[in-house]
């Protein structure tokens, strides 16, 4: 690991951590009149996004920062629900996350710096995308705090191993399009947490540059609607998006029974601990 990421001496300027002025936000697009042409622009968009990184960190299945990245998701969707974050705030940060460390190396066992960078990229994806910001000092990983101005530095030092990028399209941002496409407005609110709540379990699977943002939305929109879609018929539910030609609908799919698979193992487990704790 080189010496910058040791001993991070880097001086954050208060105008720089708050860059999130210089990048457009995302609006979400309205349940009862999505705009087509903008949700166009967000798929154009997407295909955009580098994907290049070096992944081969995360998809070794025994390796220590794999592991420890379950850990990170947990400790996100923690404080997301401690201070009420939006989930596409939850789920940049995790952008961040993954990119981060794609393109940083990492020595096994160094979880100060996973503990710290995990709450600096949070905290900049709350300059981002939320109305009000915690204190630095607020932010707590397994009972530790770090201290304010050591956060801020290790910002900037994600904010320059990302080359200043901090715009992500995120599956948020198709829900409640792919809701409308696929669903109507039934059950609308339900079926937007149902679908964060399964997105998160698949990022557990995947990592965030694995698939498009859209096919994880419209796979998640589908799953929580109806988790048992046989081929024939998720076919039939995918026709909805005459755009979309036989890749897009290959790669919903596989997302789709990722999705089945997650469920079946999440039932399995509650009725092991249901079956152990009656006996």
């Known amino acids: 690991m080189d010496s910058e990421t040791q001993s991070p001496n880097l001086k954050c300027k208060k105008d720089e951590s708050n860059n999130n002025e210089k990048n457009k936000k995302f609006k979400f697009c309205s349940i009862s009149d999505p705009d087509p042409e903008y949700v166009e622009m967000l798929m154009e968009k997407e295909t955009d996004s580098p994907s290049n990184e070096n992944n081969s960190v995360f998809k070794n299945d025994g390796s220590w920062l794999k592991r420890t990245r379950l850990d990170v998701i947990k400790w996100i969707l923690d404080t997301r629900?401690?201070?009420?974050?939006?989930?596409?705030?939850?789920?940049?940060?995790?952008?961040?996350?993954?990119?981060?460390?794609?393109?940083?190396?990492?020595?096994?066992?160094?979880?100060?710096?996973?503990?710290?960078?995990?709450?600096?990229?949070?905290?900049?994806?709350?300059?981002?995308?939320?109305s009000q910001v915690p204190k630095l000092s607020e932010y707590r990983v397994n009972g530790c705090e770090f201290e304010g101005y050591l956060v801020q530095r290790t910002e900037l030092l994600v904010l320059k191993t990302l080359e200043w990028k901090m715009s992500w399209?995120?599956?948020?941002?198709?829900?409640?399009?792919?809701?409308?496409?696929?669903?109507?407005?039934?059950?609308?609110?339900?079926?937007?947490?149902?679908?964060?709540?399964?997105?998160?379990?698949?990022?557990?699977?995947?990592?965030?540059?694995?698939?498009?943002?859209?096919?994880?939305?419209?796979?998640?929109?589908?799953?929580?609607?109806?988790?048992?879609l046989t081929k024939k018929l998720l076919e039939i539910k995918l026709n909805a998006m005459s755009s979309w030609g036989f890749l897009e609908k290959e790669h919903t799919s596989i997302c789709y029974n990722l999705f089945q698979s997650i469920a079946k193992k999440k039932s399995k487990f509650k009725t092991r601990k249901y079956v152990i704790s009656n006996s």
């Not at 696929?182 to 079926?191: A, D, N, Y």
């Open 81 to 130: 629900a401690r201070f009420g974050f939006h989930f596409r705030t939850a789920y940049l940060s995790l952008i961040y996350f993954d990119r981060y460390f794609s393109r940083k190396p990492i020595n096994d066992g160094e979880l100060w710096l996973v503990q710290i960078i995990s709450v600096a990229c949070l905290s900049l994806a709350t300059k981002m995308e939320e």
């Open 169 to 228: 399209i995120t599956p948020s941002d198709f829900l409640n399009y792919f809701i409308y496409k696929f669903c109507g407005e039934v059950r609308h609110k339900e079926l937007v947490n149902r679908a964060n709540v399964l997105i998160f379990a698949l990022m557990e699977e995947l990592i965030v540059v694995d698939q498009w943002p859209s096919f994880i939305s419209a796979a998640a929109v589908l799953a929580a609607y109806n988790c048992q």
